[in-house]
């Protein structure tokens, strides 16, 4: 088993910054690639961000693209979400998941993963 926990949310203007970090504890050997995604009220949970096992590859989604940074520090088992240029349509509860069935897989969609974090709140205001 993976337990991942989200820290770092909070309240925000907008064009301002937040840095994420979701730490991995447990079954840690078996976490390869590591991702963000995030839901709204009333909305189903969309994919934001997600990077391979050694760091080499990274995606996101187009919604976000040029403003957030997806990085990771395996000695540390934590994965990290820099988020610039802040909008209020970035509002919503940020999860991090990761994927245990194999080094090459990086899933851009939520049942691709195998664990996930309780979540951490992001609000930006106007």
């Known amino acids: 088993q993976v337990q991942l926990v989200e820290s770092g949310g909070g309240l925000v203007q907008a064009r301002g910054s937040l840095r994420l970090s979701c730490a991995a504890s447990?079954?840690?050997?078996?976490?390869?690639?590591m991702g963000w995604f995030r839901q709204a009220p009333g909305k189903e949970r969309e994919f934001v961000a997600a990077i391979s096992w050694t760091g080499g590859r990274t995606y996101y989604a187009d919604s976000v693209k040029g403003r957030f940074t997806i990085s990771r520090d395996n000695a540390k088992n934590t994965e990290y979400l820099q988020m610039n240029s802040l909008k209020p349509e970035d509002t919503a509860v940020y999860y991090c998941?990761?994927?245990?069935?194999?080094?090459?897989?990086?899933?851009?969609?939520?049942?691709?993963?195998?664990?996930w974090g309780q979540g951490t709140q992001v609000t930006v205001s106007s």
């Open positions: 998941a990761v994927e245990s069935g194999g080094p090459s897989l990086v899933p851009r969609s939520a049942p691709g993963y195998d664990y």
């Open positions: 447990g079954r840690t050997f078996s976490t390869y690639a």
